[in-house]
């Protein structure tokens, strides 16, 4: 039983800022990291940052420099701070948590609802 709340998606001009908030509650053990993805329409779903317990961090190529994720692990809340934003930006973005099944190798991921970014030109 766990569950991740997003909120901060919103409409922004391009070359503006936001920030995004993912905050997971439940039955939480065993945390390997923490993630936003995202999708536009008619696209897949892809990877945007992600974060690790540890705080090691990975961006896809289009946003490095721009994005910047990071993590309250006591909280289990993860955030997305959005800044030189660009029409290609636009997409619902969800937040994801990876964890591995207590007393298993298995790892599970979970979702959030996924809230709306858009990016005006």
């Known amino acids: 039983q766990v569950q991740l709340v997003e909120s901060g998606g919103g409409l922004v001009q391009a070359g503006g800022s936001l920030r995004l908030s993912c905050a997971a509650s439940?039955?939480?053990?065993?945390?390997?990291?923490m993630g936003w993805h995202r999708q536009a329409p008619g696209k897949q779903r892809e990877l945007v940052a992600s974060?690790?317990?540890?705080?090691?961090?990975n961006y896809a190529d289009s946003v490095k420099g721009r994005f910047t994720i990071s993590r309250d692990n006591a909280k289990n809340t993860v955030y997305l701070q959005m800044n030189s934003l660009k029409p290609e930006d636009t997409g619902v973005y969800y937040c994801n948590l990876r964890a591995t099944i207590p007393l298993t190798s298995i790892r599970r991921d979970y979702w959030g609802q996924g809230t709306q970014v858009t990016v005006s030109s």
């Open positions: 439940g039955n939480i053990l065993n945390v390997n990291g």
């Open positions: 974060i690790s317990s540890s705080r090691s961090t």
